[in-house]
């Protein structure tokens, strides 16, 4: 049996290329939620004119990675403090947003942000919106699995390599066998 949660953390690369090495991660679509556009472009959405973000949803079987777990590495593997950016990305397409598909969910979420906020995981408010999912849109095929295509880039080198060691120094326990 698996599940979907639909997550926002930044530029959609980043979080993909993290959480598609996790054991149980079934699969991590990058593409678009929360705005008010039937199947936004990406020049659309990075207009900032449709309201939506960029963001990962991701099937997972929740007896090989807990939702718990899931959601721990997500709020360590982005900025959840940064409102409406992550590092150089900025703009609301880039917002820190969980959009649970149950209430489960949402009780799940709500929890972790607890723990991080009572273990001071992070030195500033966590800013990061819970919102009821409504609809995904995929990204185009050039922006799937992006860190895997295009490693020796330079934002992928400076960006998104440094999430992907944090993983694997933190997180080994976590990955798949490769």
């Known amino acids: 049996m698996t599940e979907t949660i639909t997550l926002g953390g930044g530029c959609f690369w980043c979080i993909e290329a993290v959480l598609q ?27 900032e004119r449709t309201g939506h973000v960029e963001v990962v949803q991701v099937v997972f ?5 807990s939702l718990h777990d ?17 590092g150089n990305d900025i703009g609301r397409r880039y917002r820190s ?10 009780a799940m979420a709500n929890a972790v942000i607890k723990e991080m906020v009572h273990k001071e995981v992070w030195p500033g ?3 990061t919106t819970l919102e009821p999912f409504e609809a995904f849109y995929p990204a ?8 895997e295509r295009n490693m ?3 934002y992928c080198q400076v960006i998104i390599a440094p999430k992907v060691r944090k993983l694997r120094k933190f997180y080994s326990d976590k990955l798949r066998d490769q």
Not at 24 to 45: C, D, K, L
Not at 61 to 65: G, L, M, Q, R, V
Not at 97 to 106: C, D, G, L, R
């Open 21 to 47: 090495d996790l054991r149980g991660v079934e699969s991590v679509v990058s593409g678009y939620s929360g705005g008010s556009v039937a199947n936004p472009t990406y020049e659309q959405v990075c207009g």
């Open 61 to 65: 079987k929740p007896e090989e990675i």
């Open 70 to 86: 899931l959601l721990t590495i997500f709020f360590t593997l982005h900025d959840p403090t940064q409102l409406n950016r992550q």
């Open 97 to 106: 947003v969980i959009f649970y598909h149950t209430p489960e969910q949402e």
């Open 125 to 127: 408010k966590i800013v």
């Open 140 to 147: 185009g095929e050039d922006h799937q699995r992006y860190y």
């Open 152 to 154: 020796d880039q330079a």
